[in-house]
């Protein structure tokens, strides 16, 4: 199993950035595809971007198309996830999630799964 940690969450004005970061310990990283949700109150968790396990694929929600960029390296056993020209909808807890699905295009999450604790980002003037 992977534990997943997230970190770089804060106040960000609109039109302004924020890099995420999502660091992994236990098992073999590299094995995992890296998964981003989000979640407002009252809502569940949804997609935001995903990357294959050496990096060479990823996938975006729509919303987020052409406004994130995810990454990882996994000798630093680490995901980021850049997001530009943020928008007060934007606001959510960020979620970094872990699966063995080698598809980037799986935009929901499986039981056996594992999940970071989360990172607060808040859009706001």
């Known amino acids: 199993q992977v534990q997943l940690v997230e970190s770089g969450g804060g106040l960000v004005r609109p039109g302004g950035s924020r890099k995420l970061s999502c660091t992994g310990s236990?098992?073999?990283?590299?094995?995992?595809?890296i998964r981003w949700f989000r979640q407002t109150p009252g809502q569940e968790r949804t997609f935001v971007a995903s990357i294959s396990r050496n990096g060479a694929r990823t996938f975006y929600a729509e919303s987020m198309k052409g406004r994130a960029d995810i990454s990882r390296r996994n000798v630093e056993s680490t995901v980021w996830l850049e997001m530009n020209n943020l928008k007060p909808e934007d606001t959510a807890v960020y979620y970094c999630?872990?699966?063995?699905?080698?598809?980037?295009?799986?935009?929901?999450?499986?039981?056996?799964?594992?999940w970071g604790q989360g990172t607060q980002v808040t859009v706001s003037s």
């Open positions: 999630y872990a699966d063995l699905r080698p598809d980037v295009a799986h935009v929901d999450s499986i039981p056996s799964g594992y």
């Open positions: 236990g098992s073999d990283f590299g094995e995992y595809v």
